[in-house]
T-cell receptor, first 115, second 114 residues
Framework: DAGITQSPRHKVTETGTPVTLRCHQT?????MYWYRQDPGHGLRLIHY???????DKGEVSDGYSVSRSKTEDFLLTLESATSSQTSVYFC??????????????FGPGTRLTVL | QKEVEQDPGPLSVPEGAIVSLNCTYS??????FMWYRQYSRKGPELLMY????GNKEDGRFTAQVDKSSKYISLFIRDSQPSDSATYLC??????????????FGKGTTLSVSS
């Protein structure tokens, strides 16, 4: 599991409430990613980080923000959750440096339901 | 046209069969190709990783990349019930030093019956 944990593993919340998901890694990897997985869409990148305080947007970043104040933690925040953000969220890391950025390893996922 | 196309299946085969899973893509900049296996309610697990064209073999699994046709395949020999899962293809073009986004297919669901 590449030393990745995600919390919470399951969450049910209401529309309009803020939600923060946490990804924690124990192996000091520089690159971390947040994806969402939806039926009919597959996995899509939300945001990624290439170091402490260094983040960038992915394909579906609207409505999400991220923060990385420590190497081991990458937080995903839904400022005001909407039903369209009901999904399974996966954190991933890249274990190697260039040119193997693409070997990404995934955490166990967080299943989020927004009512 | 989607960047990556993958037949969702489901694909059902008997134990011991050879399985062929495929993806096509449209972006000629893709250079890195991966196959992930995902069991129900679990995270994707990296199975195979290849760069550019050619074949790569790992045990019962063989990955093939044909960049001229924009087509990649994963073959599973002597399939086992434990191979029953969803298989995701993924690909990317290296993007400087800031890491890179993987573009995923939607996945093919495979069921191997004993």
């Amino acid at each position: 599991d590449a030393g990745i944990t995600q919390s919470p593993r399951h969450k049910v919340t209401e529309t309009g409430t803020p939600v923060t998901l946490r990804c924690h890694q124990t192996e000091n990897h520089r690159y971390m990613y947040w994806y969402r997985q939806d039926p009919g869409h597959g996995l899509r990148l939300i945001h990624y980080s290439y170091g402490v305080k260094d983040t960038d947007k992915g394909e579906v970043s609207d409505g999400y923000s991220v923060s990385r104040s420590k190497t081991e933690d990458f937080l995903l925040t839904l400022e005001s959750a909407t039903s369209s953000q009901t999904s399974v969220y996966f954190c991933a890391i890249t274990a190697k440096g260039p040119p193997s950025y693409n070997e990404q390893f995934f955490g166990p996922g967080t299943r989020l339901t927004v009512l | 046209q989607k960047e990556v196309e993958q037949d969702p299946g489901p694909l059902s085969v008997p134990e011991g069969a050879i399985v062929s899973l495929n993806c096509t893509y449209s972006n000629s900049a893709f250079q890195y190709f991966m196959w992930y296996r995902q069991y129900s309610r679990k995270g994707p697990e990296l199975l195979m990783y290849t760069y550019s064209s050619g074949n790569k073999e790992d045990g019962r699994f063989t990955a093939q990349v044909d960049k001229s046709s924009k087509y990649i395949s994963l073959f599973i020999r002597d399939s086992q019930p434990s191979d029953s899962a969803t298989y995701l293809c993924a690909m990317s073009a290296l993007k400087g030093q800031a890491g890179t986004a993987l573009i995923f297919g939607k996945g093919t669901t495979l069921s191997v019956s004993s």
